[in-house]
């Protein structure tokens, strides 16, 4: 039954677009949207359509019209209702709540009068309607309460909990500053990765770190055996502050570019850093640190500066020898944020400028929430069994 469905919805929509061209893909979403929301619920049910089932979850209750401006237009959805479970297609929200944080963050900025002609028209295309300050200011509460909600949840117990931040230009008291996006990522208890935790600050100084990791504790994080970093020192600061007695790991590929720095001549680049490679990946720490001395040993007359570097340096980034050694590859550098920086940033360069931080984090929350969702769902990140 669900293969019919599939094929029939995909069969309407296709003989809308030849019969329409461009005109159709409204009423073609729409169609698809349907039949993918129709499927959602016969999986939730664990039922089909008039299937009797002793092992369904509860039973299908009609369904529920509405439209919904979208990019394309608007598209007329009905949206499957349940009796005796709670249901709501994820099709339909999942990818709407990222888009919605981006139309409306374009909006603020036509709205407030900061954008330009072009960011007007960009507006326009995404949404395609204008959008004027009434809507913004609807449809912001309700996207904002979902987000604090998310921002706000209680944590659990995660074992390795990774940190960094990136940069927005930001409109700020007149002028156009370059802002701190502040994230953090966990690997619970379960295995899985999950956002912890986002926030915008105006700098990565020890004041707004101190913030973001009190209130991370505040809200119930716990269990932190590693945290996993680049050296900024005022997140340094902050960490040292609020998680005293937790263990930190310098990130291994941050610390491989920065000995680049201290390396006097080109030809010896390549060599030095597999010389690092090298230490990195010895089986133990007392290998490792048998090549570190080795290391410095051989470099100390002809870079004396790298040696001093790698004395204090290369040690910070060899913590991750005490943890299990199957964990250790995905532990010892902070390369797991790259996909959500990432999305984050395809996102966020259609803006180009947001008007306030409350836009920007509206924005770059919604695109957390969207993958840490997808990695909850997902297979496991690490085996903590």
Not at 128 to 155: C, M, N, T, Y
Not at 190 to 208: F, N
Not at 220 to 242: P, Q, T, Y
Not at 343 to 349: D, M, P
């Amino acid at each position: 039954m669900t293969r019919n469905i599939e094929c029939t919805q995909f069969d309407l929509a296709m003989e809308l677009l030849i019969e329409n061209g461009f005109d159709g893909i409204a009423d073609s979403i729409g169609i698809l949207m349907n039949g993918a929301m129709q499927i959602e619920r016969s999986r939730h049910l664990n039922a089909e359509p008039y299937e009797r089932n002793i092992d369904r979850k509860g039973y299908a209750n009609g369904y529920k019209s509405k439209t919904m401006q979208t990019r394309f237009g608007k598209v007329s959805l009905t949206i499957p209702q349940t009796r005796g479970t709670d249901f709501y297609p994820q099709s339909l929200e999942r990818g709407l709540r990222s888009e919605r944080a981006l139309k409306l963050a374009l909006a603020e900025m036509y709205v407030q009068g900061v954008s330009t002609r072009k960011v007007a028209k960009i507006t326009e295309e995404l949404c395609g309607f204008e959008i004027s300050s009434s809507e913004v200011s609807r449809a912001s509460k309700a996207l904002d309460e979902q987000l604090h909600a998310w921002r706000e949840r209680p944590l659990e117990s995660c074992p390795y909990v990774y940190l960094d931040a990136r940069y927005e230009k930001i409109r700020h008291g007149g002028i156009v500053v370059s802002c701190a996006v502040l994230v953090a990522i966990g690997v619970a208890s379960t295995g899985r990765r999950e956002v912890l935790g986002i926030s915008v600050k105006l700098s990565e100084q020890e004041v707004h770190w101190r913030e973001f990791l009190g209130h991370l504790k505040d809200r119930g994080l716990h269990g932190v055996k590693l945290f996993i970093s680049d050296a900024h020192e005022g997140l340094r600061a902050a960490r040292d502050a609020i998680f005293p007695t937790v263990p930190w790991q310098r990130c291994q590929f941050h610390l491989q570019q920065n000995a680049q720095k201290y390396v006097p001549r080109q030809k010896m680049k390549k060599e030095v850093a597999d010389r690092i490679r090298s230490i990195f990946t010895a089986p133990d720490d007392e290998e490792a640190l048998r090549l570190l001395n080795l290391f410095c040993k051989d470099y100390r007359e002809k870079a004396p500066d790298l040696v001093s570097w790698a004395e204090i340096s290369v040690p910070e980034g060899l913590v991750v020898m005490k943890m299990p050694s199957s964990h250790r590859k995905k532990i010892r550098t902070v390369n797991m944020l790259e996909r959500l920086n990432k999305e984050i940033k395809r996102r966020t360069r259609v803006a180009t400028l947001f008007p306030n931080t409350a836009s920007c984090l509206r924005l770059v929350t919604a695109v957390a929430m969207e993958i840490s969702d997808e990695w909850q769902t997902g297979r496991k990140y690490l085996s903590l069994d």
